[in-house]
């Protein structure tokens, strides 16, 4: 018989990012103890582990996912660098490979940051709902492959298998560290490039504070079970108002 992993065990592929780190130090304050996944290591917390490797290596992965029942993959390539290649080994291909590992590892549970740019083709939507289909053209090639990504995660969820996945989709992400959401209209806004308006300036756009979304990741990680409505589901996740721009 296989000794089932401590639930308060997981692993933060991607926890080096913006996201991910919020992340990490939430799951550190609520007695989780932490593994950290990332091509990179930018910063050190105490009871932290950090393992440097790229997500598409399994044999890297699986000597992190050993004991651990709890993943949250929120690693991506940045939307900004708009490489297709990129996207597809990382987003698709690297994911199949974290639910290959995940599996042989023992992993039960495993929530994905997806986005709600799933569902956008560049046509208003408000009070969107989780039942709108995805995107048939999706408006870029990141958007493309999260698409793809979030499919290929939400079937991988199986009670019999007992390995159960869920997604979230923020849209924007603001707070502390923002690398560049913020950062980058401030500076637009500095050099005098915001003087236009697209539409009649009543447009809405969804951000969300970051806290609210490492609060929502954790929520879906912690009901997460077996016969919870969950499994294998996406979740828009949003602060209560949008912002006007
Ligand atoms: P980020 O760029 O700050 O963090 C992503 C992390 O993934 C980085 O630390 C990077 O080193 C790591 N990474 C990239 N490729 C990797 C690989 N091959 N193997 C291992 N690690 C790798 O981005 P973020 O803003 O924190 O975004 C986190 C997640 O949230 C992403 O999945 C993104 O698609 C999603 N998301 C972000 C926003 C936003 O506004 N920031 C909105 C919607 C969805």
Sequence with gaps: TRIRPS???????????????????????????VAVFDIAQRYDIPGVTFHQGDLCDKQALLKILKDVSLVFHCASPSPACDDRALFWKVNVEGTRTVLQACQ?????KL????????????TDIKNGKEDLPYAKKPIDYY???????????????????????????????????DPQLVPILVDTARKGKMKFIIGDGTNLVDFTYVENVVHGHILAAEHLKADSPLCGKAYHITNDEPIRF
Excluded: M, N, W
């Excluded at 042989?104 to 039960?108: L, N």
């Excluded at 997806?114 to 560049?122: K, L, P």
């Design 7 to 33: 639930s308060k065990r997981c692993a933060v592929i991607g926890g080096s990012g913006f996201l991910g780190r919020h992340l990490v130090e939430r799951l550190v304050e609520k007695g989780y103890s």
């Design 104 to 108: 042989e590892a023992g992993v039960q």
């Design 111 to 122: 929530v994905l940051t997806s986005s709600a740019s799933v569902v956008f083709e560049g």
């Design 143 to 177: 958007t493309e492959t999260k698409i793809h990504q979030e499919k290929i995660v939400l079937q991988a969820c199986s009670k019999e298998k007992d390995f159960l996945t869920v997604a979230i989709r923020p849209h924007g992400i603001f707070g502390p560290r």
